[in-house]
């Protein structure tokens, strides 16, 4: 089945432990992003890959790292987690950058910062 | 940079038509999406607009006319099922060259009996 894994779906931390929520997708796309949701906000995007070792800043990037060292994976690492990181997180991937708007995302993970 | 407006929220009953508008600014356009999202779950994509008119996919119809930067949906004989949130999606041209996709804050539909 074509999916988009992120691990994982539910966590609670407290600021300033590392951590990292991986996102895996089995479709060969080459364009994977990541995005926060916020209420009355949007989503907004952290990152983006255009493909293997591609990497490049969204709209707001301050406080994530991510890595493509493989086309099927894109982790987000949160070095030093603050509160205002508490959000939804979604991964997404399509198949290359012409069409990256019909995105398929994966199920989200829900992060909370204390 | 881009700028997408949408309703808040909107109500409408089982078995009524429902229109929900978008209307963007941005440089370089090259596309407008709808996506829904119900509660607690993750988008996915619904339709997607590149010249100007009307494109059908069954109960759903997505509209663009790219000189008003406007855009609707339009689901026919509404489901309770359909209760969820619409986003509009706009794609631009970023300076680098590559097509930036940014999401409008939504428009949450209830779906009444």
């Known amino acids: 089945e074509a999916q988009v894994t992120q691990n994982p779906r539910y966590l609670i931390t407290v600021t300033g432990k590392k951590l990292t929520v991986t996102c895996s997708q089995n479709m060969n796309h080459e364009y994977m992003s990541w995005y926060r949701q916020d209420p009355g906000l949007g989503l907004r995007q952290i990152y983006y890959?255009?493909?293997?070792?591609?990497?490049d800043k969204g709209d707001v990037p301050e406080g994530y790292k991510v890595s493509r060292k493989e086309k099927r994976n894109f982790p987000l690492i949160l070095e030093s987690p603050s509160p205002n990181q508490t959000s939804l997180y979604f991964c997404?991937?399509?198949?290359?950058?012409?069409?990256?708007?019909?995105?398929?995302f994966g199920e989200g993970s829900r992060l909370t910062v204390l | 940079g881009q700028n997408i407006d949408q309703p808040t929220e909107m109500t409408a009953t089982e078995g009524a038509i429902v229109q929900i508008n978008c209307t963007y600014q941005t440089s370089g356009f090259n596309g407008l999406f709808w996506y829904q999202q119900h509660a607690g779950e993750a988008p996915t994509f619904l339709s997607y607009?590149?010249?100007?008119g009307l494109e059908e996919k069954g109960r759903f119809s997505s509209f663009l006319s790219r000189s008003k930067g406007y855009s609707y949906l339009l689901l026919k004989e509404l489901q309770m099922k359909d209760s969820a949130s619409y986003l509009c999606?706009?794609?631009?041209?970023?300076?680098?060259?590559?097509?930036?996709?940014?999401f409008g804050t939504g428009t949450r539909l209830l779906v009444s009996p």
């Open positions: 997404a991937s399509t198949f290359d950058r012409a069409r990256a708007g019909e995105l398929f």
């Open positions: 890959s255009m493909n293997v070792e591609v990497t």
């Open positions: 999606a706009v794609r631009g041209i970023v300076n680098t060259g590559f097509q930036k996709l940014v």
């Open positions: 607009n590149v010249l100007d």
